[in-house]
C-alpha cells in the first residue's frame, strides 16, 4: 500500500463533492446522487482490497 | 515509515477527512479507514523483528513455545478487534462496536483456556490430587 492511495481517494471525494453541489444547484438531484453512489464505490473498490491485505497479513503474523 | 511521518500523515488525513466531512460523509469515512490501514500496514513490517526477539529469548530461557504463541493470537486478536471497533465507532454505530467489542473477548478468553488448564493442573499435582 502507497500513501499515493489516500490523496487518491482525497481526491475523489472533492471531486464527487464539486459535482454533486454543481448538479444540485442546476436542479438534477437524480444525477447528483449517482455520482455519489459511482464515487463511494469506486473508494470502496479500493479500501476492500485494501482491508483484506490488512487482514491477512495480521492472520498470518499472529498465527490467526 | 519514522514516527514523524506517521504523525504527519495522521494530521493531514484528518484536515482532509473533516474537510470532506460536511459534503461527502462516506468517503470521508473511507479515508480515515485508508489512513488507519496504511499506518497498521507499516507497522506491523516492524512488528515481525520484535517477534523475532522475543521468541529468541524465550527459547533461550527454555520456555514452552506454546505460551508465547497463545500470547501472540491473543495480541493479534486485540489488534484487529480495536481496528474494527473504532472503525464502527467512526461511523457512528455504538452497539456494533461494544459488540465486535465483546466477541474480541470472548475469542481472547476462549483461545487462553488451555493457559487456564495448564494451572489448573500444576495447583493440582501440587496439591497431590487433592482439592
Known amino acids: ?64 | 515509515m519514522n514516527i514523524a511521518g506517521i504523525c504527519a500523515l495522521a494530521v493531514v488525513t484528518a484536515v482532509v477527512s473533516l474537510t470532506l466531512k460536511k459534503y461527502n460523509g462516506e468517503i470521508s469515512l473511507m479515508l480515515c479507514i485508508a489512513g488507519c490501514i496504511f499506518i497498521f500496514l507499516s507497522l506491523l513490517s516492524s512488528f515481525t523483528t520484535l517477534y523475532d526477539t522475543v521468541n529468541k529469548i524465550l527459547s533461550n530461557a527454555g520456555i514452552n513455545v506454546t505460551y508465547i504463541t497463545v500470547l501472540l493470537k491473543a495480541i493479534g486478536i486485540c489488534f484487529v478487534t480495536e481496528f474494527a471497533c473504532d472503525c464502527c465507532k467512526d461511523a457512528g454505530q455504538t452497539a456494533l462496536a461494544n459488540n465486535v467489542s465483546l466477541a474480541g473477548k470472548v475469542m481472547v478468553i476462549i483461545t487462553a483456556i488451555p493457559l487456564y488448564n495448564e494451572i489448573l493442573n500444576t495447583v493440582l499435582s501440587l496439591t497431590g490430587g487433592a482439592v
Open chain 1, 1 to 64: 500500500m502507497d500513501v499515493d492511495m489516500i490523496f487518491k481517494i482525497a481526491a475523489v471525494g472533492i471531486i464527487v463533492a464539486i459535482l454533486n453541489q454543481l448538479l444540485v444547484r442546476s436542479g438534477r438531484e437524480e444525477q447528483a446522487m449517482l455520482t455519489t453512489l459511482a464515487g463511494l464505490i469506486v473508494v470502496l473498490t479500493m479500501i476492500v482490497t485494501q482491508i483484506s491485505t490488512l487482514f491477512s497479513t495480521i492472520k498470518t503474523l499472529f498465527g490467526l
